[in-house]
């Protein structure tokens, strides 16, 4: 018997940012300490696998500088002097705060402002039943899904796909925009799976090679923003050479002859001009396609990730309908399955109590939002009080100089709730210190994959951390919203509700189960009976005002970006930050390894591996303005400069640098990070953040 098989373990869900959601074992040594975390061999499509950064838990949970009593800001903003205060002392403060900005302001003076720190439902969006309560700003959540589902949503109609297990029954995998080897490793389980088993191709598209890449038996690495012209060319060589299904087309399309005429110009030559591939790379590319039916696209966040992501996506996704590969096992496209879940959460964010008269502020426009920017605002109050739970947007998100501006704003109280003392903390009035996953009950689900996964609490928190669930329940009762709906149940009791409402059971009998698996039929998920749009037919021609999206802005908000440019067909879209004489590089803030989001870097483990913060540059263009490998180089736009350490990297087009992983500000030389030099502009047509779309100069650092 193995020495895990002794083990006392319990199960779960891994609680962050990633497509996989993976299910996991967990060590537990006693009440309140673990060991090393498994994935579950059982879940089929977590398969035993998980990333390393995840199975060193205990360096996270364990780790000598968590938060774990309330802090109480003692001098300047962002000095680092603290008080220690109790939590009722703390809460007191936060909601006299709260009252005293909203007497001045009005209620739409207070923004609590949250992400993807945690995934699990009830610690995630319990926020938004306070929100809606007290009538506070609203919050459009944009900075991570809205290029890629609304260009999905195009074509497909409906955010759901072919089982990403198939991915083991096809006989090629393409892996397009996405690292998955480092973002989402089970993806890599199922694709090496169809290799060994079936001799499956892999091909990974990138703007770099990658991790992913090395595991690729065709590997194409193209400019950043230049994934549309890559796919037109690609349907221009199918229709050209007979490979396109047209007798799938006409079935189940809305408009192949208005395609292929559109297409009749997008040719191998015009996409390597744009692309920097080369006519034999995309032909070769095609052709395997083209001729292989069972062809799995799996469709990533990363290139959906500038100006004209959402073209992007839709573009990439066409190829599957020109091919008929969706009629086929181990065949189709798949972004995402977050479409098949329709779980019920209204009495957990307290929607009814919604005011539709309350303005919405855009997530990831944290910067011209708490500078005041008229446009940020739409009309109303500046944001003068904030509670922040489960993201980190001093760091992580775009603008950082705008960002940090704001939350120094003597007029801004702001309560950060988290686990350790990150940037965002750093510049707060009140730290209160927060759960980890094991300690709390939740349930989660998974866009990469089909199930929906208990998080049971498996260990006792150190003495000092509460919930995200206390926190909104104790300000509840402070601010005199706690007799309305939603409010006074446990986690447990919000579980049973959302999972009753979907005839899903009950939180102890996910508890037995550990997981369901919702994956749809292969008809309802190879969409064999149709698309999800009105006339059941897969969309070329892209509604780019009128289509549904699950992450469209409120109508109060309006549209987004340059919407009157946006292509009728698939298209190569130029509205990206394109490279110039003052900028000649673009640069992409691609994830690392060992990091997830801002989430792992301090942990010493994923720190040593990681090693600094560098950039990934070719060696030309290092030799061209006299950089060695090693040396530190300036990098700047009109946003701000940060300083790195040069890497040379000869996987890369010349006139590309990368930046990998988003490391605490304080990782950096001048204290100011990655971010400095990422636009907060709202992309069209729905918005979000377009962090892989930067133009930049370089210089060495003086």
């Given at each position: 018997?193995?020495?895990?098989?002794?083990?006392?373990?319990?199960?779960?869900a891994?609680?962050?940012?990633?497509?996989?959601?993976?299910?996991l074992?967990?060590?537990?040594?006693d009440?309140?300490?673990?060991?090393?975390?498994?994935?579950?061999?059982a879940?089929?499509y977590?398969?035993?696998?998980i990333?390393?950064?995840?199975?060193r838990?205990?360096d996270?949970?364990h780790?000598?500088?968590?938060?774990l009593?309330?802090?109480v800001?003692a001098?300047?903003?962002?000095d680092?002097a603290?008080?220690?205060?109790s939590w009722?002392?703390?809460?007191?403060?936060?909601?006299?705060k709260?009252?005293?900005a909203?007497?001045?302001y009005?209620s739409?003076t207070?923004?609590p402002y949250y992400?993807?720190?945690?995934?699990g439902?009830?610690q995630?969006?319990?926020i938004?039943?306070?929100?809606h309560?007290?009538?506070?700003s609203g919050f459009?959540?944009?900075?991570?899904?809205?290029l890629a589902?609304t260009g999905w949503m195009?074509g497909?109609?409906?955010?759901?796909?072919?089982d990403?297990r198939?991915?083991?029954?096809?006989?090629c995998v393409?892996i397009?925009?996405?690292?998955?080897?480092?973002?989402?490793?089970?993806v890599?389980t199922?694709?090496?799976?169809?290799?060994k088993?079936?001799?499956?191709k892999?091909?990974?598209i990138?703007v770099?090679?990658?991790a992913?890449?090395k595991?690729?038996d065709?590997?194409?690495?193209?400019?950043p923003g230049?994934?549309?012209?890559l796919?037109?060319?690609v349907?221009?060589?199918?229709f050209?050479?007979?490979?396109?299904?047209r007798?799938y087309?006409?079935k189940?399309?809305d408009d192949?002859?208005g395609?292929?005429?559109?297409?009749k110009?997008r040719?191998?030559?015009?996409?390597a001009?744009?692309?920097g591939l080369t006519?034999a790379e995309?032909?070769?590319?095609?052709r395997?396609v083209?001729?292989t039916?069972r062809?799995y696209f799996r469709l990533?966040?990363?290139?959906a990730r500038q100006?004209n992501?959402?073209?992007?996506?839709?573009?990439?996704s066409?190829?599957?309908?020109?091919t008929g590969?969706?009629?086929?096992?181990?065949?189709?496209?798949?972004?995402s399955n977050?479409g098949i879940?329709?779980?019920?959460q209204?009495?957990l964010?307290?929607t009814?109590?919604?005011?539709?008269?309350i303005?919405?502020?855009?997530h990831s426009?944290?910067?011209?939002v708490l500078?005041?920017a008229?446009?940020?605002?739409?009309?109303g109050p500046?944001v003068t009080?904030?509670l922040?739970?489960?993201?980190?947007?001093?760091?992580?998100?775009?603008?950082?100089?705008?960002?940090?501006q704001g939350?120094l704003?003597?007029d801004?109280?702001?309560?950060?709730?988290?686990?350790f003392m990150?940037?965002?903390a750093k510049?707060a009035?009140?730290?209160?210190p927060?759960?980890?996953?094991l300690?709390h009950?939740d349930v989660?689900?998974?866009?990469g994959?089909?199930?929906?996964?208990?998080?049971?609490?498996l260990i006792?928190p150190?003495?000092?951390?509460?919930?995200n669930h206390f926190?909104?329940?104790?300000?509840?009762?402070r601010?005199?919203?706690?007799?309305?709906p939603?409010?006074g149940?446990?986690?447990q009791?919000h579980?049973?509700?959302?999972?009753g409402?979907?005839?899903l059971?009950?939180?102890?009998s996910?508890?037995?189960?550990k997981?369901?698996?919702?994956?749809?039929?292969?008809?309802?998920?190879?969409?064999t009976?149709g698309f999800?749009?009105?006339?059941?037919?897969?969309h070329f021609?892209?509604?780019?005002?009128?289509?549904?999206a699950?992450?469209?802005p409120?109508?109060?908000?309006?549209?987004?970006?340059p919407?009157?440019?946006l292509?009728?067909f698939?298209?190569h879209?130029?509205?990206?930050e394109?490279?110039d004489?003052?900028h000649?590089?673009?640069l992409?803030t691609s994830?690392a390894?060992?990091?997830?989001n801002?989430t792992?870097s301090?942990?010493?483990?994923?720190?040593?591996?990681e090693?600094?913060?560098?950039?990934?540059?070719h060696p030309?263009?290092?030799?061209?303005?006299?950089?060695?490998?090693?040396?530190r180089?300036?990098v700047?736009?009109?946003?701000?400069?940060?300083?790195?350490?040069?890497?040379l990297?000869?996987?890369?087009k010349?006139?590309?640098?990368?930046?990998?992983g988003?490391?605490p500000?304080?990782?950096h030389?001048?204290?100011?990070?990655i971010n400095?030099l990422t636009?907060?502009?709202?992309?069209?047509?729905?918005g979000?953040?377009?962090f892989?779309?930067n133009?930049?100069?370089?210089r060495?650092?003086?």
């Open positions: 018997m193995n020495q895990h098989a002794k083990l006392r373990i319990g199960h779960s891994c609680p962050h940012d990633c497509p996989s959601t993976c299910a074992e967990v060590e537990l040594l009440g309140n300490r673990i060991g090393r975390v498994h994935g579950a061999k879940n089929s977590t398969a035993g696998v990333c390393a950064k995840v199975a838990y205990a996270r949970v780790h000598p500088d968590r938060l009593k309330p802090l800001r001098g300047a903003k962002g680092g603290w008080k220690e205060a009722e002392a703390a809460l007191d403060l936060v909601a006299e709260f009252i005293a909203e007497e001045k009005g739409e207070v923004w992400y993807a720190g945690t995934m439902l009830v995630r969006d319990g938004d039943r306070l929100r309560a007290k009538k506070y459009f959540g944009s900075i991570c899904t809205n589902w195009m497909a109609g409906a955010l759901r796909g072919p990403p198939e991915m083991a029954k096809s006989d393409v397009w925009g996405t690292n998955a080897v480092v973002t989402q490793v089970n890599m199922h694709a090496i799976k169809a290799r088993e079936r001799g499956a892999i091909v990974v990138d770099y090679e990658n992913t890449m595991q690729a065709l590997g194409l690495v193209l400019r230049t994934d549309g012209a796919a037109c060319a349907m221009h060589v199918l050209r050479e007979g490979m396109a299904d007798a087309l006409e189940y399309t192949p002859k395609l292929e005429a559109h297409l110009t040719t191998p030559e015009w996409a001009e744009i692309t006519v995309i032909e070769a590319f095609a395997l083209g001729t039916k062809t990533g966040y990363g290139f100006r992501g959402a073209v992007n996506m839709h573009a990439a066409c190829i599957a309908a020109v590969c969706w009629q086929y096992e181990g065949g189709g496209a798949f972004h977050s879940f329709k779980l019920n209204d009495v964010e307290g009814k109590m919604r005011d539709p008269s303005r919405y502020l855009d426009r944290i910067g011209p500078t005041g008229s446009d940020a605002l739409y009309g500046p009080a904030m922040i739970q489960n993201t980190n947007p001093v760091n992580v998100a775009p603008e950082q100089r705008l960002v940090t939350f704003r003597q801004l109280f702001t309560c950060v709730h988290e686990q990150t940037d965002t510049l009035d009140v730290v209160l927060a759960t980890m996953f300690e009950d989660y689900k998974g866009g994959n089909q199930h929906i996964t208990l998080g049971p609490k006792e150190p003495e000092g951390p509460r919930t926190v909104i329940e104790q300000l509840a009762e601010l005199g919203v706690a007799d309305r939603g409010f149940l446990t986690e009791q579980i049973d509700i959302i999972l409402k979907r005839g059971g009950s939180f102890d996910l508890k037995e189960d997981w369901i698996d919702l994956q749809p039929d292969f008809d309802t998920a190879h969409f009976r999800g749009h009105a006339d059941g037919k897969f021609r892209a509604d780019w005002t009128g289509q549904a699950p992450n469209r409120p109508k109060s908000m309006g549209l987004f970006g919407v009157a440019r292509p009728e698939p298209d879209f130029d509205l990206i394109v490279a004489e003052a000649p590089f673009r992409t994830p390894r060992n990091f997830l801002s792992f301090e942990t010493p483990v994923s720190k040593a591996k090693g600094r913060p560098e950039l990934l540059l030309d263009d290092a030799a061209a303005l006299g950089l060695a490998d090693g040396d180089v300036e700047g736009n009109t946003r701000g400069e940060v300083v790195l350490h040069a890497k990297f000869e996987g890369i010349r006139g590309v640098v990368i930046a990998e988003i490391w500000n304080s990782a030389e001048r204290g100011e990070g400095v636009g907060a502009d709202a992309p069209a047509p729905y979000g953040a377009a892989h779309d133009k930049v100069w370089l060495a650092a003086g």
